[in-house]
């Protein structure tokens, strides 16, 4: 993430805190729903991707169940996050441990802004919005008016006992922001005061909250039919918005060994890929067409080849971090086309995997996967088994 400090800003520095610590038991799944995948990245690390790359906004902090912790360290691979595996039983727990914390560093922030990790799809603006409003004596929050109407129901089956005045009801939502001394007060007068967000606790606590205008798209991701509808909201073109395409090609040179990494599959082979990284020239043409339609620099400006920490390493990193940028961008990754240059592996076998791991990779349908192969009819350095080349397209829809 790249991270600007404004210059000669009075603007106050807040520390964001994101609530991760739910156990996922009303998806009945293993895996809690924060680390479920949702169009490329998992929810919590497209939730967070906008505090990370917040100027204002330093630290974040990822408050998670010590169970999920090596999920969640994969979840928030290479941000500039701290996991706090402080998770209580209760979502107030969870906030008021991070509180306590971040309460314990040697640099205490002067806000901090709460957000549910299930609501990943909060946007920088609905972000700036809340903190522009918050202030040393005033919280605030994102919160849409209620449209429908309300009806207070009785019995089972239910029947409508009353119906209840909308005007003035508003839906809250997160992300929540307030005054840093004031809101961990209130979370350790009013410990053991249940409440289901931490504007409760600062009503309670006398503290002003202003309502900030929220998103109806920022809803929480709470049932499998959330995860559906969010998925489709990140799928359909916003309005206005311009399709990029960008191209990438590579080349590695093959060497004796016993296999190598092509599209993300291993193949068998008496030979392999050389190369500082494990060396996927499928990959690695991918991913540099994705940052080419995107205009932010290329695979050897993310990921330096003198840098140690890239030896050997799986390409599926660059490519998830070339989407991750599609994310800060605000665009939507449409299509992508690889082509591999070899006479040998035969490609043909392989061609659905690849094709499967790019679009689990990359959370595209399958049929917006291409993966083709040719060789050079014995010609130049493809031709006699030197290496391998691959090209690539990627079409980027973005905002206009
Ligand atoms: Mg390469």
Redesign the pocket.
Known sequence: MTVSTPTASPSRRHAAVLVAGGSGARFGLAVPKQYLPLAGMSVLRRALLPFADHPDIDPVVVVVSPRHQDTAGRAVARLPVRLLPLAGSERQDTVRNALEWLAAQPSVPDGVVVHDAARPLVTAALLDRVLASVGPEQGAIAAVPVRDTLKRGTGDPARIAATVHRSGLWQAQTPQAFPFGPLLAAHRALATTPVTDDAALAEQAGLPVALVEGDARNFKITHTEDLAMAEALLASPATGSIPCTGTGY???RLVPGDGMTLCGVPIRAPFRLS?H?D?D?GL?ALTDAILGAIADGD?GSHFPPSDPQWRGASSDRFLSHALERVGVYEGRLAHIDVTLVCERPKIGPHRQAMRERIAAITGLPLDRVSVKATTSERLGFTGREEGIAALASATVLVPA
């Open positions: 590579d080349v590695h190369g990284s060396a020239v690695h695979i």
